[in-house]
């Protein structure tokens, strides 16, 4: 059903917002015009706040005065042109506006089918009035007006809350507290050594070899990597993963260590090695010396 | 402006619920861990007459504060002497998100090596340790809170 209010000579279609006179002049409102003469309508008569016009039309979102005042300057101005009669938007200075009809000029709603929109077929509903401006109908009219004012409250109260700037500071607030929380704990809490992304990597056959030189020396992925090209280091029968860590020794000045941690991913098993005096001559040696550990390790 | 404050609304989900995952106390409670560990290369005055140094640890964490260490292995020195040992720590652990604090309560020998082994295996009754940690698959990453490169374990899952 389509719902037509009648207000004087003006027709107006609540489904597809156009409003025409008697002479079949029409006019498209748009969305906001069309939600505050709605507005009016439902309180003929009575005085309707800039702000309660802001909460129900603007559904809350900061906008200017002038915002409304451009509204209603282009409702009056398609009053004009459809020439209208008896039927007026009446400014309240410093409050608001009201919609202003003359008697037997008041707002009927009338139901129409939508698939035969003929004049015949239209239920008439008459709401009458003795005052211009102040008639006491407007309660009964409310509720016949769509659209439903329950729906349009629920729905205005989460939009205004999503469109509010106050949300969008207060969620900006929270998500860069997170991040820095996140950031700050991560700082805090991690296994660095397990972390293969600082490491060189090098596959020999089936075995991968993960390697990371803080020493001063710096040359075990020079040597390393000499090696696997020379084939100087021996191949692991298991396909192992080994993190290699080299650092300079805590407790012995000019010593190497080297550090490894051997993983068997077949067998879900591992060793730890620590060798504490590793020099550019036996590094590859200790190494080999590991692998051949593991391969212990994993014929076990 | 509804966009964005949805958007937001979102992201501020996701990182609170990636922080509440990645906070997650994993339980350590029950759970057993073996570490093989092997040192060659000593030069430090008390190891240098040592050849190698091997160890197989089992970590059992009986309760939420207790943990069990188990301990075996043997130095042999550079004549090729093997000298066995085994003992258990009785360790009281405190784990709270990701770190672990380790307090040597005593030292219960099975079978001692040599006179400066034992000294050195009995020097942390009464010290605590602290640990940051992280599992991974079957694997126990055990680390100080500054990395310490001596510091570093990784022990696999044996239960």
């Known amino acids: 059903m389509t719902q037509i209010v009648q207000i004087s000579n003006l027709r107006i279609d609540t489904d597809s917002r156009d409003i025409s006179n008697l002479d079949g002049n029409s006019i498209a409102l748009r969305p906001l015009s069309f939600e505050v003469l709605n507005h009016l309508i439902k309180h003929v008569g009575k005085c309707v706040t ?44 410093k409050i608001g506006y009201k919609l202003c009809v003359e008697p037997g000029s008041i707002p009927q709603i009338m139901e129409e089918p939508t698939l035969t929109p003929t004049p015949a077929t239209l239920n008439t ?93 710096n040359i075990a992925s020079t040597l390393i990597q000499n090696a696997l090209l020379n084939n100087q280091i021996h191949a692991n029968r298991c396909g192992m993963t080994y993190l290699l860590r080299v650092y300079d020794s805590k407790y012995d000045q000019g010593s190497l260590n080297l550090s490894a941690f051997a993983f068997d991913k077949q067998k879900d098993d591992n060793s730890n090695y620590t060798h504490f005096s590793v020099t550019k ?10 692998i051949q550990k593991a391969d212990a390790l994993c014929a076990a | 402006m509804r966009r964005l404050n949805s958007l937001l609304i979102v ?37 240098k ?82 640990y940051i940690y992280e599992i991974h698959g079957n694997s126990l990453f055990l680390t100080n809170i500054t990395n310490a490169e001596d510091s570093n374990y990784v022990c696999f899952k044996a239960d």
Not at chain 2, 24 to 43: A, D, E, I, V
Request: aromatic share 12%; proline share 1%.
């Open chain 1, 281 to 290: 001559h036996n590094l590859v040696s200790v190494l080999n010396d590991l």
């Open chain 1, 125 to 217: 509903k008459t709401y009458s009035t003795d005052q211009i401006c102040n008639q006491a109908n407007v309660e009964a009219f409310k509720q016949t007006v769509l659209p439903s004012p329950t729906i349009t409250r629920v729905k205005s109260g989460l939009d205004r809350l999503l469109s509010s700037k106050m949300t969008s500071l207060l969620l900006i607030a929270m998500v860069v507290i997170g991040v820095l929380v996140h950031a700050l704990i991560g700082l805090n809490n991690s296994v660095a050594f397990k972390d293969t992304s600082s490491y060189q990597k090098f596959v020999n056959d089936s075995q991968t070899l993960f390697i990371e030189d803080s020493s001063s020396a």
């Open chain 2, 49 to 130: 007459r040592y050849r190698k140094y091997e160890e197989f640890n089992v970590l059992n964490f009986v309760t939420d504060k207790q943990l069990n260490f188990f301990q075996k292995g043997h130095l042999i020195d550079q004549h090729g002497t093997v000298s066995d040992f085994e003992l258990i720590y009785d360790i009281r652990y405190r784990s709270d998100k990701d770190h672990l604090s380790f307090h040597f309560e005593q030292v219960d020998w099975n079978k001692k090596g040599s006179e400066t082994f034992v000294r050195d295996k009995n020097s942390v009754a009464g010290l605590t340790f602290d």
């Open chain 1, 50 to 93: 800039r702000e309660e016009f802001f909460s129900v039309c603007w559904k809350g979102a900061i906008v200017s005065d002038q915002a409304l005042t451009n509204v209603i300057s282009n409702i009056r101005n398609t009053f004009t042109r459809l020439k209208a009669l008896g039927v007026e938007v009446k400014t309240v200075t």
């Open chain 2, 11 to 47: 992201l501020l989900f996701a990182i609170g619920s990636f922080l509440m995952y990645s906070r997650l106390t994993p339980t350590l409670s029950g759970t057993q861990w073996s570490c093989s560990t092997k040192k060659k290369g000593f030069t430090s005055s008390s190891y």
